[in-house]
């Protein structure tokens, strides 16, 4: 049998007190720092140009990465995610770097549990790793081809396999969890499950996981068509550290989602907001203060156990949500009532 995991005892543990914060984006922190391509590539012989292939500079500038890092930890964020999120084979093929998938993986990992271990040294307070894996730029459930609904461009053992990829170089790395967030495919999600299900086989330790989905619209389905409530029932087997939704839409719009989640779900429950909704040029206009509002009135209505930011969030929000949950109690996990429950488009409960 698998002993549980000590950092997943020291997360429900500390989770059990207070609501736990999470970090913001890497990828709108590093648009902040005015990289150049050079900056990118670093010292790697490329055909492609690597500017925006910001997983790579965990290799090519582990010194940004760790001073983004070091700027979450100092706004109060308890758990910090990886700089992975596009660090898989099928991502990198778009700038030639599939090669160097573990190396990009390991060094996100070892950056991150650094920063973490030093500013636990500093004050006792327990901070955590999540090794994050986004959804790939491909779909299991969907076709890309309008005329052939049946075709595939890849198939479940194959994302399993990419996942199984990235996963086990995280770990090695040093995370405590795997974070498989801004799901908009459950099948996606489903595949990369299963692989950290398998690398927990393989290592004969705990391998938690936490589960992020991302909607599509305001009605609440993800881009393969599942509701939040069906999401939760498709994947409750793997028994989640948490599950959760970040991305999609600010605090506002993901609230009564958060509810509907909350009010369902026996896991720790883990939102990442964007910073309001986008405004015409793309940007992210939604003040820290507004942000931090927002949240405390989640926190005050019980819905979460743990809040971070997505797109647009800044340490200025980290530190706006921290100061808003500081002295509010988590979310008291539900007990549902037995029964059958399955799972399509919707959920089914019989009971």
């Not at 099948?187 to 290592?203: D, G, H, I, R, V």
Request: aromatic share 6%; net charge negative; proline share 6%.
């Amino acid at each position: 049998m698998i002993a549980p995991s000590p950092a997943e005892a020291a997360f429900r543990a500390a989770a059990a007190r207070r609501i736990l914060v999470k970090d913001g984006p890497y990828g709108t922190a590093i648009q902040g720092l005015g990289l150049t391509e050079a900056d990118y590539r670093g010292n790697l012989t490329t055909n492609h140009d690597q500017k925006g292939n910001n997983d790579l500079l965990n290799i090519t500038r582990p010194d940004a990465i760790a001073g983004i890092a070091r700027a979450y930890l100092d706004s109060g964020a308890d758990l910090l995610a990886t700089n992975s999120f596009n660090a898989n084979a099928i991502s990198q093929a778009d700038y030639g770097t599939e090669a160097l998938v573990a190396e990009i993986n390991i060094s996100a990992a070892h950056i991150l549990r650094a920063e973490c271990d030093a500013a636990t040294a500093r004050d006792g307070r327990p901070r955590f790793v999540a090794g994050a894996l986004g959804p790939t730029n491909k779909t299991l459930s969907l076709s890309p081809r309008v005329e052939d609904p049946g075709y595939r461009e890849v198939d479940f053992d194959g994302v399993k396999a990419v996942y199984r990829e990235q996963i086990d170089a995280l770990l090695l790395g040093g995370v405590d969890f795997i974070l498989i967030e801004t799901v908009f495919d459950t099948l996606n999600a489903k595949a990369a499950a299963f692989a950290a299900m398998e690398a927990e086989e393989a290592l004969q330790r705990r391998v938690p996981i936490m589960l992020s989905m991302t909607l599509t619209d305001l009605a609440g389905r993800n881009l393969s068509g599942q509701t939040v409530e069906a999401f939760w029932v498709s994947l409750a087997h793997v028994k989640p550290l948490t599950i959760g939704l970040n991305c999609s839409f600010g605090a506002t719009e993901l609230r009564p989602h958060v509810q509907l989640l909350s009010q369902q779900a026996d896991a720790l429950l883990m939102v990442y907001p964007n910073a309001g909704l986008p405004n015409e040029f793309g940007g992210y206009d939604e003040a820290p203060a507004t942000t931090g509002g927002l949240i405390h009135q989640w926190a005050a209505a019980g819905l979460i156990n743990a809040v971070g930011g997505c797109c647009g969030t800044t340490p200025a929000h980290i530190a706006a949500m921290a100061q808003a949950v500081a002295n509010l109690p988590p979310r008291v996990l539900p007990t549902p009532a037995p029964a059958l429950r399955l799972s399509g488009l919707e959920a089914s409960v019989f009971a």
